[in-house]
């Protein structure tokens, strides 16, 4: 396997990096049932670039990034979200972070079936008793193309559309870094690209960081940065991926033929 060394993370916390792992470990079970889902990882998420996580099924890449989003807690090392170290915070905090901080896009749409898509994207505000930013929302409600549904429910919408109205909740608190697991997973190729689109414009109109985790090349290929994982550990990176570089690279590192 060719592994081509890359540097350093910057220093943990430094201005530019939305969020960071150091020397993170995440050990799942014990005994015969243990396993070691993430080995020692360092990492930087710069401010303003959208990162895809890559690799092999079960080498970690979920479990890196909901270790990196506050969703899940590290066996050992540390995580920030901009300069908050995330072990330093209680329950009430960390919910308070991930509700005010980070998005969320998964592969399920994961929309409220009973509220319209407006409702649906102001849904996290609303709980946390906080009033939109309009000029804000109705940017974001513009950059996904939804004006003309905001009064529809999920099942008035298509898969596309059900993903772009959970970008848009992503967004609307303006959180500094949004984290995607497998956000296209769930859509054809057409709606996928749209979805990927949008997560670039957020990055490159809308100032904000992105995270995505993918099997896809393709997908990959709308980042500015693709890192490798394999086994846990931080194998590879390429920065201004395409997706034949990508696949290229897949190849090399065996992903194509074996899990984790
Ligand atoms: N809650 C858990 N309990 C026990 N083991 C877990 C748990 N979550 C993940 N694992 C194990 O940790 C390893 C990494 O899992 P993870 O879901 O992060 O991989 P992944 O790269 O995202 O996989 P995939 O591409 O298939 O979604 C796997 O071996 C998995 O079985």
């Not at 993370?9 to 470990?25: E, I, M, N, Q």
């Not at 995330?86 to 960390?94: A, H």
């Not at 109705?138 to 898969?159: E, I, K, T, Y």
């Not at 393709?218 to 696949?247: C, I, K, M, N, W």
Request: charged share 20%; aromatic share 4%; hydrophobic share 40%.
């Amino acid at each position: 396997m060719s592994v081509t060394p890359f540097g350093p993370p910057a220093r943990h916390g430094a201005p530019g990096v939305a969020a960071a792992t150091f020397d993170l470990s995440k050990v799942y079970g014990s005994g015969d049932a243990r396993v070691v889902a993430l080995d020692h990882v360092s990492i930087d998420f710069r401010e303003g670039e959208f990162t895809a996580i890559m690799g092999p099924s079960g080498c970690g890449k979920s479990t890196l990034m909901h270790c990196a989003a506050g969703l899940d807690s590290p066996s050992s090392g540390s995580v920030r979200v901009g300069t908050t170290e995330l072990s330093t915070l209680g329950d009430r905090q960390l919910t308070a972070l991930r509700r005010d901080r980070i998005g969320f896009i998964f592969q399920a749409f994961n929309l409220l079936p009973t509220l319209t898509a407006l409702e649906n994207i102001t849904l996290p505000l609303t709980i946390a008793g906080r009033r939109p930013d309009q000029q804000w929302l109705d940017r974001v409600v513009a950059m996904v193309g939804l004006s003309q549904r905001l009064g529809h429910r999920p099942a008035q919408l298509s898969g596309g559309q059900q993903q772009r109205v959970a970008v848009a909740r992503a967004l609307a608190s303006r959180p500094a870094i949004i984290f995607g697991d497998e956000p296209t997973g769930n859509l054809d190729s057409r709606a996928g690209a749209e979805v990927l689109g949008f997560l670039r414009d957020s990055v490159r109109a809308l100032g904000r960081t992105v995270v995505m985790v993918t099997h896809d090349p393709v997908a990959a290929g709308y980042a500015d940065r693709v890192v490798f994982l394999s086994d846990g550990h931080l194998v590879d990176e390429l920065t201004h991926p395409t997706p034949d570089r990508v696949l290229d690279l897949m190849k090399s590192l065996g992903s194509l033929s074996h899990t984790c």
